[in-house]
């Protein structure tokens, strides 16, 4: 951690406030919240930025793949509560700051059709401002109208096109997002999937 000069010195002799306590600490927290500088790393640890055009203001790391077939590639499992999509994990390492991570893809919802919702997971953790699909019980009832849908919150339908995004401060190192889904329809038959998806992660200089 750099060097860092409280604003507000405390002394014996006086009362503390708490806006000045708070003050004090904003300093460490905003490195905390990945606000670094160059007193955080090593001379030879970051780029001289030889790699890089001059007038580059972000960079942008895809992972993708190509629509294969039906039944899709990746199969999801009926889940009440968030539950990774297996292989939508994709990797990657940043310098910090602020980044825009998307995820897109063929959602195949075999009939009779469960709505589902769709978010991104940061390093495990739920980005519920990317949340697609309504998670409100109490205006998306749990029905089921026998031989057409499985009525509740979310979106239901053979083919879905699926579409999250989020913008979110990242800490300098290696992080990753991936596809979260979870139904709550009391259906829960055929085997749903996303297929020809692709993940980006665009990181703002």
Not at 62 to 87: C, H, K, N, R
Not at 115 to 134: H, N, Q, R, T
Request: proline residues 6%; contains cysteine; charged residues 20%.
């Amino acid at each position: 951690m750099s060097w860092k000069f409280p604003p507000n010195r405390m002394r014996a002799t006086q009362p503390m406030a708490t806006d000045d306590i708070n003050e004090n600490l904003v300093a460490y927290a905003d490195e905390l919240s990945g606000r670094v500088n160059e007193h955080n790393f090593a001379e030879d640890m970051i780029t001289d930025g030889a790699d890089f055009d001059d007038d580059a203001v972000l960079t942008v790391n895809t992972l993708a793949q190509d629509m294969v077939a039906i039944p899709p590639s990746l199969e999801f499992q009926f889940s009440e509560t968030w539950s990774e999509v297996a292989g939508t994990r994709h990797d990657f390492t940043t310098r910090g700051g602020t980044v825009w991570a998307m995820f897109s893809g063929q959602a195949m919802l075999a009939p009779p059709m469960s709505p589902f919702m769709f978010v991104i997971m940061l390093d495990g953790a739920i980005l519920y401002e990317s949340l697609l699909g309504g998670g409100d019980t109490s205006n998306d009832a749990l029905e089921n109208v026998v031989g057409v849908i499985a009525q509740g919150p979310g979106l239901a339908a053979t083919f879905l096109p699926v579409v999250v995004e989020a913008v979110t401060d990242l800490t300098p190192g290696d992080h990753s997002i991936s596809l979260a889904v979870r139904c709550l329809s009391p259906i829960r038959l055929g085997t749903p999937g996303i297929d020809g998806w692709e993940s980006t992660v665009i990181e703002m200089w």
